[in-house]
C-alpha cells in the first residue's frame, strides 16, 4: 500500500526566516506529486507538480520554491517567509492525470 | 471569478436525511474528483471521474461535461459525513482546479 508522510506537522515562524517543509511517498514508483496551499477557511491552490526527478513546474509561485530530489521525495521552500504564506500546505500524488491522494499536510503560521 | 463552483456553501442536515452537492464549471473539465476534509485538514478521495456516474455506498457522482456540472449525492447522511466537500476539475493535463467547498454538519 502507498502511504505518503508530511513533515513537519506544524511550524511556527518569524518573517523573513527560510522555510523546508517535506514530503515523502512510499510504495509506489515515478508518481506524480503535487504541492497545494489552502488558507483558513479557503479553497486549495495548486502551487507546484512534477512528473519526473529533478522537473517541477510552477502553476502559482506565491514567492516559494519546490524540488524533486529523489523519485519519492518532494520539497517547498523559501528563504524568505512572508505573512501571506500562512496556511495549511498539502502535498499530493497521483499516476498519471489520474486520482489523487493527499497526505496530512503542514501547519504554516507565520508571525 | 471562480472558475469551480460549489452549491451550496454550507449546510446542516438531519441524520438520516438526504441531499445533492453541485458543482458548476467555467472551464472545460476533463475529469472531475470530489473530496472529503475532515477537521484536522487531510482529505480523502470520494470519486474520480470522466464523465458519467459513480455509485460508492450512501454517495453518488455524476459528471456531465457538455453541461460542465458535477453533483454528489448524500443518502442517509451520517455524523461521519461532516466536513467539508471540495469538487476540482482537470482541464490541463496535470492541472486541478479546486471549487469553494460545502461545509456540511450532520446533526444527530
Known amino acids: 500500500a502507498q502511504t505518503i508522510h508530511q513533515w513537519p506537522v506544524a511550524e511556527i515562524k518569524a518573517v523573513g526566516s527560510p522555510l523546508s517543509l517535506g514530503c515523502t511517498i512510499k510504495?509506489?514508483?515515478?508518481?506524480?506529486l503535487y504541492w497545494y496551499w489552502q488558507a483558513t477557511g479557503g479553497t486549495l491552490q495548486q502551487l507546484f507538480y512534477?512528473?519526473?526527478?529533478?522537473?517541477v513546474e510552477s502553476v502559482v509561485q506565491l514567492n516559494l520554491s519546490a524540488s524533486r530530489p529523489k523519485d519519492d521525495q518532494f520539497i517547498l521552500s523559501t528563504e524568505k517567509l512572508l505573512l501571506s504564506h500562512s496556511g495549511f500546505y498539502l502535498c499530493?500524488?497521483?499516476?498519471?492525470?489520474?486520482?489523487?491522494?493527499f497526505g496530512e499536510g503542514s501547519k504554516l503560521t507565520v508571525l | 471569478g471562480d472558475k469551480v463552483k460549489q452549491s451550496p456553501s454550507a449546510l446542516s442536515l438531519q441524520e438520516g436525511t438526504n441531499s445533492a452537492l453541485r458543482c458548476n464549471f467555467s472551464?472545460?473539465?476533463?475529469?472531475v474528483q470530489w473530496f472529503l476534509q475532515n477537521p484536522r485538514g487531510s482529505l480523502m478521495n470520494l470519486f474520480y471521474?470522466?464523465?458519467g456516474t459513480k455509485e460508492n455506498g450512501r454517495l453518488k457522482s455524476a459528471f456531465d461535461s457538455k453541461e460542465s456540472y458535477s453533483t454528489l449525492h448524500i443518502r442517509d447522511a451520517q455524523l461521519e459525513d461532516s466536513g467539508t466537500y471540495f469538487c476540482?476539475?482537470?482541464?490541463?493535463?496535470?492541472?486541478?482546479?479546486f471549487g469553494t467547498g460545502t461545509s456540511l454538519l450532520v446533526d444527530p
Open positions: 472551464i472545460a473539465a476533463t475529469t
Open positions: 512534477s512528473i519526473t526527478v529533478g522537473q
Open positions: 471521474l470522466v464523465p
Open positions: 499530493a500524488w497521483s499516476q498519471g492525470t489520474g486520482q489523487l491522494y
Open positions: 510504495g509506489k514508483s515515478s508518481p506524480n
Open positions: 476540482a476539475a482537470e482541464n490541463m493535463g496535470y492541472k486541478l482546479t
